[in-house]
């Protein structure tokens, strides 16, 4: 039964993604900083929450360490950042720091943590549009979503059995992208499970890494 951790699965995508797997016979390990989001979700019995945030060391080898093996690992916690989204010569460094340490530092953290488990498997890094397009007041998270798709890229190189994907998803209707929008009507995005179809795709086909779109 092939195995993989989600991190930030209480909610959006990766608790559409983790229902997918958990549907399919996956063994998961799920996280998010959320434990009540986490327990409501309600993933089945082959799936093993552990509450956290993966900008902690401790909880991430508690993640690694819940699985004998690992085929799959998705990097899809993430911080926005101050909201509304701030001009650059504005952004608190502070603030600024923190997006990169849950965007950027917290998931190379993790594939280090797991390298050894995973041999010839999957990591997905979960990635934006925001990563290629400048966006005025995305400075931050869009700076840390190209950084994490240049560590994706790299990895791919140095790790050529692994299949690493940047895989950015678009826009989706999740707390998240509201609250980049606070005020403004996004129910015009279409829901994450709409999304994880083309991440499943991916999986199941493993084409060459690189960076993907819904």
């Known amino acids: 039964m092939p195995a993989a951790i989600i991190t930030g699965a209480s909610k959006g995508f990766g608790r559409a993604l983790a229902h997918a797997l958990a549907d399919r016979g996956w063994d998961l390990v799920v996280d998010a900083r959320g434990a009540e989001a986490l327990k409501q979700a309600d993933f089945g019995p082959n799936v093993t929450i552990i509450p956290g945030d993966v900008t902690d060391p401790e909880h991430r080898a508690d993640l690694v360490d819940a699985l004998p093996k690992l085929d799959l690992l998705v990097n899809n916690a993430s911080a926005l950042g101050p909201s509304p989204q701030p001009a ?3 952004y608190p460094l502070d603030e600024f720091a ?10 190379l953290a993790l594939i280090q943590r ?4 995973l041999d010839s498997g999957i990591i997905v890094n979960v990635s934006s549009d925001a990563a ?3 966006y005025e007041g995305w400075g931050g998270y869009g700076s840390s979503k190209a950084a994490l798709d ?8 140095e790790h050529p059995s692994l299949h690493v994907y ?22 015009d995005r279409p829901e994450p499970e ?13 084409p060459p890494s690189g960076r993907y779109t819904r």
């Open 88 to 90: 650059l010569a504005d």
């Open 98 to 107: 923190r997006v990169y340490e849950a965007n950027v530092l917290a998931p």
């Open 114 to 117: 797991a390298l050894s488990k």
């Open 132 to 134: 290629v397009e400048a």
């Open 150 to 157: 240049r560590i994706s890229a790299v990895l791919a190189v």
């Open 166 to 187: 940047a895989f950015d998803p678009g826009d989706m209707r999740t707390d998240m992208h509201q609250a980049a929008f606070p005020g403004q009507d996004i129910s």
């Open 194 to 206: 709409t999304v994880v179809p083309a991440l499943l795709k991916l999986i199941d086909e493993r």
